[in-house]
């Protein structure tokens, strides 16, 4: 089975812009997480979707922004881009069914704002 | 606050010896807890989880032991390797399908 896949890896942005990044789950997987992680405040939840309704959402300014699609495909967006929004990006799928809360993380998306 | 805090930032530790790292929680009642590694650039793996009615979990080389009164897990790597050196992380469950993390150890197993 494929793990979850994130794209792109890597990618610079200015300051203002806006990014969106994407993330297929593993198949059968309709559960899908978003987290950031900074060397500061470490990993921390963004919001999670499940049958392409958000869930769960974490403390994070509405310029931060995501959606899932019926295949659980899933993006996460961020406008107007702020220095401090340099992170790695981390998407994570589970199985249906699932309350034990184990994730399946991708690789993520390096962001680096100028 | 809840809080999770690993109380080492980094472990350096001799090829085989036993890592013992810890997770302590305040103001969880968590029916579950994780362990995760993460490689440099990588995104974190999941190792072991367990339950709050287990007090032990064993998988290969690895064992995690939960104390829910002390709200203390401990993940232990016995005959430790340098190819087990990385960031361990631990999280617990809050809410549905929401994890929260600790800020993670740094092993090091120097050969």
């Known amino acids: 089975k494929a793990g979850v896949t994130q794209t792109p890896r890597y990618l610079i942005k200015t300051r203002g812009q806006q990014v969106t990044l994407s993330c297929s789950p593993i198949?059968?997987?309709?559960?899908v997480s978003w987290y950031q992680q900074t060397p500061g405040q470490g990993l921390q939840f963004l919001f999670e979707y499940f049958s392409e309704t958000q869930r769960n959402k974490g403390n994070f300014p509405g310029r931060f922004s995501g959606r899932q699609f019926s295949n659980s495909r899933s993006e996460m967006n961020v406008s107007t881009l702020e220095l401090g929004d340099s992170a790695l990006y981390l998407c994570a799928s589970s199985p249906v069914g699932r309350n034990t809360g184990e994730l399946f993380f991708g690789e993520g998306s390096r962001l680096t704002v100028l | 606050s809840q809080k999770i805090e690993q109380n080492s930032e980094a472990l350096n530790i001799q090829e085989g010896k036993t890592a013992t790292l810890t997770c302590n929680y305040t103001?969880?009642?968590?029916?579950?807890l994780q362990w995760y590694r993460q490689d440099p650039g990588r995104g974190p793996v999941f190792l072991l989880l367990?339950?709050?009615?287990?007090k032990e979990k064993r998988k290969e080389r690895l064992k995690v032991t939960f104390d829910t009164t002390l709200k203390q897990s401990l993940f232990h790597i016995t005959a430790s390797q340098p190819a087990d050196s990385a960031t361990y992380l631990c999280a617990l469950l809050q809410g549905a399908q929401k994890l929260v993390f600790g800020q993670g150890t740094r092993l090091t197993i120097n050969p």
């Open positions: 103001n969880y009642s968590p029916a579950y």
């Open positions: 367990i339950r709050e009615n287990e």
């Open positions: 198949s059968g997987h309709r559960s």
